[in-house]
């Protein structure tokens, strides 16, 4: 989803980016003329829409910028970096050591013929910021998870805190001027942009309450812990790319094939999902028939068991079934639970002369710490289609 912002030819031009998976707002900001440009909040699973659409418009991108270290997605930024050679810049006080620039409070970042303010605008986290562009139409906020659309950020985890917040939102944000356009870091109701003067008046959370009031609420919200927080979080202080056992940075990039032995390859979800969309593989199930009909199943995947519980020999249809499905000409990615018997089953295909690739993370993922599956990963966990019956 993309919307674009368009006043006249003269001003910065702003084009709304969406990731409906985190439902996460991704800004492309640019000077019409010089075509210099920043972006701001990547989302690395949307890294090839965004590099399609900067190479589509011709931009420069200049930077890469983070409001903060999030919680819900993982950032493209050092990616980016990699890619298009753009400068990685992120608040100072949100430990991401990877960024090229620290910023402070009032830090001008230069595109073109214009340039964005950093306003430290704690709260949602300790080192959060808003970025500010003044045009002579009203100007632009891009407020991260600060302000969102009648509503605001969480500040029950990551140095997060109430008091904060409503200074930031009183003090900073509803300081600017009324007519300022307000890009929220998130929405999850379809909305796009809004006023500050219209959060001033119509923000249920802040408008009309004390200090104390804002607190109790806050207090009240009793979230769920974000679904990504353990993963994404130590993942985006390092600019979204990670560190393998060895210390080596490894490309944090789900869309990536990983070696392995004996089969053609790891691959993670997403990139299974997308060559079967754009119909280059065949995804294969290879749970038992109990397992799909209990814990649901990918409508695509053509259903082949390696073992039928509770027999532990592997399924004696096992190699025709893969053969048949092999003849297509297309290459076989291979789906488990939680990604072990699909390695078995890649190395038992790549035996009989079939690419086959093991899907990481399998249907489900690994069991927590409570025993329970389909929280620390997997298709289903990663947002991918699925149904129960
Ligand atoms: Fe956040």
Redesign the pocket.
């Known amino acids: 989803m993309k919307s674009e912002m368009n006043t006249s030819q003269t001003e910065a031009q702003v084009i709304q980016l969406f990731d409906t998976q985190s439902s996460t707002y991704t800004y492309l900001v640019y000077d019409p003329h010089s075509l210099d440009a920043v972006i701001i909040d990547p989302v690395d699973e949307q890294i090839q829409r965004d590099q399609q659409i900067i190479q589509d418009k011709g931009l420069k991108v200049r930077w890469a910028l983070e409001t903060?270290a999030?919680?819900?997605h993982i950032t493209s930024a050092g990616l980016l970096a990699e890619h298009l050679g753009l400068k990685t810049a992120a608040p100072e006080g949100c430990n991401i050591g990877t960024a090229s620039v620290q910023l402070v409070d009032g830090q001008i970042i230069p595109f073109g013929a214009f340039a964005l303010k950093a306003l430290h605008t704690p709260g949602?986290?300790a080192g959060s910021m808003s970025f500010y562009l003044a045009t002579n139409e009203g100007g632009h906020v891009f407020t991260?998870?600060t302000l969102l659309i009648r509503g605001c950020?969480r500040t029950d985890f990551?140095s997060g805190s109430a008091q904060a917040l409503y200074h930031s939102l009183t003090q900073i944000l509803f300081k600017l001027p009324h007519n300022t356009t307000v890009w929220p870091?998130h929405d999850y109701q379809g909305r796009t942009h809004s006023s500050i003067g219209d959060e001033i008046h119509n923000n249920v959370r802040v408008a009309g309450h004390t200090e104390a009031q804002f607190v109790a609420i806050m207090n009240k919200l009793n979230l769920p812990k974000p679904r990504r927080i353990d993963e994404a979080v130590p993942a985006n202080l390092n600019s979204g790319l990670r560190q393998d056992a060895g210390g080596e940075v490894v490309r944090n990039d789900v869309l990536t094939i990983r070696p392995a032995d004996g089969y053609a390859g790891d691959v993670y979800p997403e990139l299974a999902w997308h060559w079967v969309q754009s119909g280059e593989a065949v995804l294969v199930d290879v749970r038992s028939d109990a397992e799909r009909a209990w814990v649901g199943f990918v409508p695509e995947a053509k259903p082949l068991a390696w073992k039928q519980w509770p027999v532990v020999d592997v399924n004696p249809e096992f190699d025709a079934g893969i053969r048949a499905i092999a003849a297509t000409g297309l290459k076989i990615v291979l789906l488990c639970r939680s990604g072990v018997r699909s390695v078995a089953a890649a190395q038992r295909a790549t035996s009989l002369g079939i690419e086959a690739f093991n899907i990481l993370e399998g249907f489900e993922g690994d069991p927590d710490a409570h025993a329970h599956r389909g929280k620390l990963g997997g298709w289903r966990m990663r947002g991918l289609p699925w149904r129960q019956s």
């Open positions: 903060h999030h919680a819900d949602h986290t991260g998870d950020g990551q870091g």
